[in-house]
């Protein structure tokens, strides 16, 4: 199948497609004309990645989930090896935007938000004093 059917059927633009060719996750055969002639499995494979990316690895994480996948003497620790840092990375990344939340939720309590020209928010942003 050409570029424009694996795209529909695996849900990634063309463009998606072509860089993950150009950084080798997915090798389509190319036809007798040089065109790309991708097979089931590499739709199969661009969904595999569609679906990881979609949790949060990152394009190397999903390269080593991916030749996780296609080694049938895998160990699953190596497999959770990596989706526990991911998990642990989400967890800091929450601890942090709740961090931001509560500061930024202190400032707008802080602010009066009327016609006066003071405002704790910005003076927050100006000098780094909280209030």
């Not at 424009?4 to 998606?16: I, M, N, Q, V």
């Not at 949790?55 to 497999?79: H, I, M, N, P």
Request: with cysteine.
């Amino acid at each position: 199948m050409n570029i424009g059917e694996a795209s529909d059927r695996s849900g990634l633009p063309s463009k998606t497609i072509r860089y993950y060719e150009d950084i080798g996750l997915i090798r389509p055969d190319r036809g007798g004309n040089g065109y790309r002639d991708y097979a089931a499995a590499d739709v199969h494979k661009l969904r595999f990645l569609q679906r990881s990316r979609g949790l949060g690895f990152s394009v190397e994480e999903c390269r080593q989930l991916l030749a996780l996948y296609e080694d049938k003497s895998r160990a699953s620790a190596d497999v959770k090896e990596i989706a526990q840092g991911k998990l642990n990375e989400i967890d800091r990344k929450i601890r942090e935007l709740m961090e931001l939340r509560r500061t930024l939720e202190h400032l707008v309590h802080a602010c009066h938000g009327n016609g006066r020209p003071d405002c704790p928010i910005l003076e927050e942003l100006s000098d780094g004093k909280t209030v």
